[in-house]
Structures are given as C-alpha cells and as structure tokens.
C-alpha cells in the first residue's frame, strides 16, 4: 500500500510562506478546487475527491490523529461517474460531511506541498512526503521537519485531525 509521511498546519500568513517555498520548488503552482464527500467506514476514512470538476477518484486510507509528521497508508482509484458513485455510497454508507478547497499544489523532491484554502476553516498548508517503497518512515520524517523548518512552520501550527474534523465540530 503506498504510504507518505504528512503533517497539516494553520497559516497565520500565507504570502509568508509562499516566499519561503519558492526558491524550494521543483514544480508549480498548479491551482485546483477540490470537493472531497466523506462517508462513514469501519476503519480509516474514505473520501470520493471531484477535482476541478473533470477528474475524480476514491481514496482510502489510514492516519492517527497525533500532531507532527505521521504515516498515512492510501488507495486510490480513478472515478469515471463520481456523481452516481457519491450517491450510491450515500445510499449504503453514512454521509460525513463535505470539505470545499481551493489547492495550490507545488512539489519539491518527493514532497507535494499544498497551500489550502479551506471553505469556512481558512488557510492551510499541508506536506505529504511520498515515500519509496524501500524508504522508512523516520526518513520520510526528517524530511517533514526540515521542510516545516525551511518554512517556518512551529509546532503550536500543526493540525492533530482532518480538515473534516474541524468542520464537524
């Protein structure tokens, strides 16, 4: 199962950050919306994703909810009718909630970052460290940290839960 190493954080000022991040990237911006519809499983969560409105795809997976970097093991798999696949999922599964986001995606070395801006919860950054099948989670760890450090990010920033979560409360 592919896995990454991600942390989320608050930004209290965006433009700050986007100008530690530029001299980083490897690629970027690409700007997408997103609207993920999340729904009730056993185990992990489970996310029908509709981007820009003319791609989407399921994405499972599985994180703790602890501050700092932490390993989330995924699937994903392309959607080809996400609109009857969201209503069948609503008919046998329990709708959660919907998160509304406006994403800037740049990518430095094997780290997607997203700069978020996140309906009603507001700004967002987001690294997920994509991991290599031969490479361990502690690698994949100090790279999060040097790349929160590159951009200012403090621990007092960092997200424990989804973005769902917040909006749920």
Known sequence: MPRNIEIKARLANRAEVEDRLIPLIDSGPITLHQVDHFFRVPDGRLKLRQINGEHAELISYHRSDSAGPKT???????????????????DILTPLGTVVKERTLYLVGQTRIHLDEVEILGSYLELEVVLNDDQTEEEGTAVANDLMQRLGIQEEDLLIRAYLDHLLK
Not at 76 to 89: G, Y
């Open 72 to 90: 989330s093991s995924y699937r994903r798999v392309p959607i080809i009718h996400p609109e009857d696949l969201t209503a069948l999922l609503g």
